[in-house]
């Protein structure tokens, strides 16, 4: 379950302080929406609105698609994923 923090961060709870992040609070405006990395997160948080949390799973899965087809990209084309 995706949860908001105190501070605005949106992201997946996990014991021990800490939070695998999906919106940063503190993100750049201009850095796309969803990122994916860990943080301390000893905050208090609320569970997210039902339609806001399908909203970033949704958003989730086309990245995670994205990668796919970028991955089959690179293999037709015969060359290393790590290119770049």
Do not use: H, T, Y
């Amino acid at each position: 379950m995706l949860v908001q923090f105190d501070c605005g961060c949106v992201g997946f709870p996990e014991a021990g302080n800490r939070a695998l992040i999906v919106e940063a609070c503190d993100a750049d405006r201009n850095a796309p929406r969803v990122e994916l990395f860990w943080r301390p997160m000893g905050k208090q948080s609320s569970p997210l609105a039902a339609n806001r949390e399908n909203d970033l799973l949704v958003e989730l899965a086309q990245l995670v698609a994205d990668g796919n087809r970028f991955r089959e990209l690179i293999a037709l084309l015969n060359r290393p994923a790590s290119c770049g």
